[in-house]
């Protein structure tokens, strides 16, 4: 070897030592104590912070929920049973993210955002962590856009508007899903982005969700987020946040978005699980005493932004099920509190056939009219009211041998507006022809027919109003219903009469 050469090797071995960065790292290393049921002790990790990922030298990932003197106690999000005792295990300084972005739309992921359809990875646009500060009351903005559903009971007495949190609660089997679904499927054109999670549902029920949007197109809008039944108590406690967050990237990007959480109480069960086995002392109904902060720090996200902001919005609807129609109970009692508003719904009226079956009675909304537009308000200002007092008159009428002739009259007139506040299901019907069949019902053009005829009425009713469009194209433009369009719905309804009396 020829000295230049040689000389040239010791130059490059030189300089590679000279610009070689030997000053010792510090990691954030333990070692696992003990593991069991998707919960694993830690001991070493000196400066592990709340919600904090760890790795494991298995390649599983974990996150820190108890931080104590001498150990940390983590869940499993992945990889559970490749886990040892004593094995490494490493704080990684990140807090849990999950992927965003519109490249999420019309797929169905878990709850760390992984695709699970089969239909291959997606492109994310960015990473949000799934604990976020809400935005607080200077960001937000006043009640000014409604959030129609299609639901004829609910946008004539229970309005919702953007930004809001209705509540949708009851016992198992009253339609509470159906509700949500109906809502999501109104959003189609209205360029409202919708996330639907799914919270310890079977997952043939979820398939079916999904069957249904698709068949509907509703997926070209829309996000499903599912942790199934058989998941860790861990993911379905996840879900709601991971759902948040792909809601808040279109909300944040200045567009507007709904999300189901169905349902809440299903992951309060699964962090009062995840609680136990983390050794934290139960409260009340065996839940641990941050419960309450669990929902509110979640459904505290949804807001509508103001102009500076770029004037997105977040609707939520969280699910409430019941037990033995307990409302008083720990979970919905907590959730009430912290939302703007409650759908009720009875199963004795979904029993009688009812549907939705909402209790008008019960339910309320915090804005009321404000978030309808003129001509709803005009139609179902005293709905209500009137509904209400239909209610206590057929009580009263059932302890009664003889009614008067007013009295049987106003009960077959208000039996017959209950008949038209029914609705298919997976049919919304938008607001204009919802002001024009309650404005219908309010002149009594119903009195004349049979109660089995209405439906029929409010068939012909609609088709008849897709062939003199500019009624509904009035109501949708200006708000209002013009004199001119209310003489030519009053010729309509009087056909209609005609045709079905």
């Not at 069957?211 to 942790?227: F, G, M, Q, S």
Request: proline content about 3%; hydrophobic content about 45%; charged content about 25%.
């Amino acid at each position: 070897m020829s000295n230049d050469l040689l000389k040239s090797i010791i130059h490059d071995i030189e300089k590679k030592i000279d610009s070689a960065d030997l000053t010792p790292g510090v990691e954030n290393v333990g070692e696992v104590f003990y593991v069991w049921d998707w919960v694993a002790k830690v001991s070493g990790l000196k400066s592990v912070g709340y919600n904090e990922l760890v790795e494991f030298a298995s390649g599983a990932k974990w996150v820190a929920l108890n931080l104590e003197d001498h150990f940390v106690w983590v869940i499993v999000l992945e990889w559970f049973t490749g886990i040892k005792e004593w094995e490494v295990v490493k704080a990684t300084g990140e807090v849990l993210s999950v992927p965003v972005g519109k490249t999420f739309i019309w797929r169905v992921v878990d709850a760390l955002g992984t695709p699970i359809d089969g239909l291959g990875d997606i492109v994310k646009d960015d990473y949000y962590p799934i604990e976020r500060q809400a935005n607080w009351v200077m960001d937000r903005k006043s009640v000014h856009e409604s959030m129609e559903t299609g639901i004829k009971a609910v946008d004539a007495l229970v309005p919702i508007w953007r930004g809001q949190r209705e509540l949708i609660i009851w016992d198992r089997q009253t339609g509470k899903t159906q509700v949500a679904i109906d809502a999501i499927l109104n959003q189609k054109g209205t360029g409202v982005m919708c996330v639907y999670v799914a919270i310890g549902q079977k997952e043939w029920k979820v398939a079916r969700i999904v069957e249904e949007l698709k068949k509907r197109w509703a997926l070209d809008y829309t996000i499903i987020v599912t942790a199934g039944a058989s998941d860790p108590a861990a993911m379905q406690y996840l879900a709601p946040y991971t759902g948040c967050a792909l809601a808040e990237y279109f909300m944040l990007n200045g567009q507007h978005s709904l999300i189901v959480y169905d349902d809440l109480s299903k992951q309060a069960a699964a962090y009062r699980e995840m609680s136990l086995l983390l050794r934290r002392p139960p409260g009340r109904e065996a839940y641990p005493w941050d419960v309450f902060y669990l929902h509110s720090r979640l459904l505290e996200r949804s807001a509508k932004l103001n102009e500076e902001l770029g004037s997105g919005s977040m609707t939520a609807l969280p699910i409430i099920e019941t037990q033995a129609w307990d409302v008083s109970a720990y979970i919905p009692t907590n959730v009430i509190s912290i939302t703007d508003g409650q759908i009720f719904l009875d199963s004795n009226l979904f029993n009688s056939g009812q549907r939705p079956a909402i209790d008008v009675w019960l339910s309320v909304s915090r804005v009321w009219g404000s978030a309808q537009i003129k001509a709803m308000k005009k139609v179902s200002g005293t709905l209500k009211l009137d509904l209400a007092q239909y209610r206590e008159l057929a009580a009263f009428s059932q302890f009664a041998s003889d009614l008067d002739e007013d009295t049987r009259k106003q009960l077959d007139r208000w039996a017959r507006m209950l008949k038209l506040l029914n609705q298919g299901v997976y049919q919304p019907i938008n607001v204009p022809k919802q002001v024009c069949v309650l404005y219908a019902g309010g002149k009594w053009y119903l009195d004349a027919l049979e109660i089995d005829r209405v439906p029929k009425f409010e068939e012909d009713l609609y088709a008849s109003l897709e062939d003199e469009k500019t009624i509904l194209e009035d109501i949708t433009t200006n708000k209002v219903m013009s004199e001119d369009s209310m003489k030519k719905l009053d010729d309509i309804l009087d056909k209609v009469s005609e045709i079905n009396k």
